[in-house]
């Protein structure tokens, strides 16, 4: 995860009685999986890294085999992200200074020390992937969190869409309850290729008004580019290339974002270069919160996004 203070905008703005079993489950089924699981179309072609979660890990054009995901470290990816409780100091016990002081914040891929998440379950049912697993703590050293995230992936035309699980069974009395947190709803890092932002922050969303271009906040300012004052009203941001060919994310229940760039635009998915997008909503999560949703993923050009969002957003309606 690139290093940044996500707690200015933070400050500003199961329990599973098997679990046991589950880790010898786990251990089981990490010895035998596959690196990836996958699925193609005639549009694009997706591939899950079942050794880093299950988090998305590659998309591309279905006869292009060129991955516009960025995976540099384990904070990139396309991936389930979450904050919960108070933001405290746990050097002594093996956080990461660069991440000190840091909220409980559960991650699909792995930690910051590059150890990943453990899979407990995957399979693939028609065009849709699911994966389980117990996520890591991102700023502490090989410290699984007590919970367990869930992913289905269905891939439909350029279409993907995702519904994640977090459930928590936090025993922890470090924390505490109750605080508020803006969640990544997903963390999404495409490649700095795709180096051209665009969204819609007009007050009348769903009219097919132009289109806005944000400036790109560089990670070098200090922090990701905030867009809350400038709201996000139908949803969605994209990152696209000079041929406005890229990948939108769109996440129904957010109309604030976070994104901008970190480095130099025109590198690719194993660089250290990276563009970054993230759609908002404040969540608490407690010992025992069980937390859902639902995005969507669309590749393509500029006006198929938007397009696509619009029939999204139609049939959410219906």
């Not at 009685?17 to 251990?27: L, M, P, R, T, V």
């Not at 050794?51 to 990816?77: F, L, P, Q, W």
């Not at 407690?286 to 619009?310: A, F, S």
Request: proline residues 4%.
């Amino acid at each position: 995860m690139i290093k940044l203070n996500i707690y200015v905008i933070l400050l500003s703005l199961l329990a599973l009685s098997d679990h046991s079993y589950a880790q010898k489950d786990s251990a089981r089924i990490n010895s035998a999986i596959p690196t990836f699981m996958e699925l193609s179309n005639d549009s694009l072609r997706l591939k899950l890294d079942l050794t880093r979660g299950g988090a998305i890990a590659y998309i591309s054009k279905s006869d292009v085999d060129r991955n516009i995901v960025n995976v540099h470290d384990e904070g990139r990816y396309i991936q389930q992200s979450y904050y919960g409780g108070n933001i405290i100091n746990r050097q002594e016990e093996g956080q990461k200074k660069a991440w000190s002081p840091w909220s409980w914040n559960p991650i699909q891929v792995g930690d910051c020390y590059k150890n990943r998440a453990e899979i407990l379950e995957y399979k693939q049912e028609g065009n849709t992937l699911y994966v389980k697993c117990i996520p890591m703590l991102w700023d502490m050293k090989n410290k699984p969190a007590e919970a367990i995230m869930e992913q289905w992936t269905t891939l439909e035309g350029n279409v993907i869409k995702v519904q994640n699980k977090l459930s928590c069974h936090r025993t922890d009395t470090i924390y505490g309850e109750g605080k508020s947190h803006n969640q990544e709803l997903p963390a999404v890092y495409p490649i700095s290729a795709l180096n051209n932002l665009y969204s819609y922050f007009g007050d009348k969303p769903f009219t097919g008004e132009p289109i806005n271009k944000p400036k790109v906040v560089n990670l070098t300012s200090g922090f990701w580019g905030k867009y809350k004052n400038n709201m996000v009203t139908e949803s969605w941001m994209a990152f696209v290339d000079d041929n406005l060919w890229g990948m939108g994310v769109y996440t129904p229940i957010s109309t604030n974002f976070l994104a901008g760039m970190s480095r130099d635009p025109g590198y690719e998915a194993h660089d250290r270069a990276t563009s970054y997008m993230a759609p908002l909503s404040k969540a608490t999560f407690n010992k025992n919160t069980v937390y859902e949703y639902t995005y969507y993923l669309i590749v393509g050009d500029l006006n198929d996004i938007r397009k696509n969002v619009y029939n999204l957003n139609q049939s959410i309606k219906e």
